[in-house]
């Protein structure tokens, strides 16, 4: 759908332009950003709800090019064993590749987790928080130490501790990643925390 691709492009554009300028934005302007992105994400979600209802002749035109950068970045997950995916969702944030952590998550990955069934949303509001980062010192994400359990059926439990790099200090996260293979893949069905502590750069660590 050409209309749905240019918006998509914009908001991506936006999203680059933003990682490259956050730190000259005054609140006005991030504001102002924050305006433009959910104006295209509106425009998006009603070109798509029109093709929905019908509104337009013929079956739905669908973007090849969209279609195909998706079916790429959901394909170059298919051979990677649970450990290695988890570890392109880590660092899909250091990336800003969205779409790709998007394509990590099962079907079942908890709704209030995702904030938003379609990639555009979770493109959005992952986009926004990473801006949000930028205003007090990127985070780089990386995995120290990594593990997994057997499978079980389709399921398996990935350990992993990973360190949240800011400009003052790191935060140490020991994580547990629950998988299910689905879609021809290892997909994350939830995560969560079990014990986080934090070091500033003089070595001194907090719980």
């Keep these: ?5 240019v918006e998509e492009e914009q908001i991506s554009l936006l999203g680059k332009m933003l990682y490259y300028s956050a730190d000259h934005l005054t609140v006005r302007e991030r504001e102002t950003y924050d305006q433009l992105v959910e104006s295209l994400l509106r425009k998006v979600n009603q070109l798509r709800a029109m093709e929905r209802r019908g509104s337009r002749p ?23 064993r649970p450990e290695e995916l988890v570890k392109v969702f880590v660092d899909a944030w250091n990336k800003q590749d969205f779409e790709t952590e998007f394509f ?90 079990v014990k986080s502590y934090q070091a500033d750069w003089r070595g001194q660590r907090s719980a």
């Design 1 to 5: 759908m050409p209309g749905v691709l």
């Design 104 to 193: 990590c998550l099962a079907r079942c990955f908890p709704s209030i987790k995702r904030k938003g069934d379609s990639v555009q949303e979770y493109v959005l509001n992952r986009m926004k928080k990473y801006s949000d980062r930028l205003l007090v010192g990127p985070v780089m994400k990386k995995i120290a130490e990594i593990s997994s359990s057997p499978v079980q059926g389709n399921k398996t439990t990935v350990f992993c501790l990973e360190v949240h790099k800011m400009p003052d200090k790191e935060l140490s996260l020991q994580r547990e990643y629950e998988l299910i293979f689905e879609d021809a893949a290892w997909r994350i069905a939830d995560f969560h925390t």
């Design 58 to 80: 013929g079956p739905a035109p669908v973007s090849s090019v969209a279609e195909a950068q998706y079916q790429a970045k959901k394909n170059a997950l298919l051979n990677l």
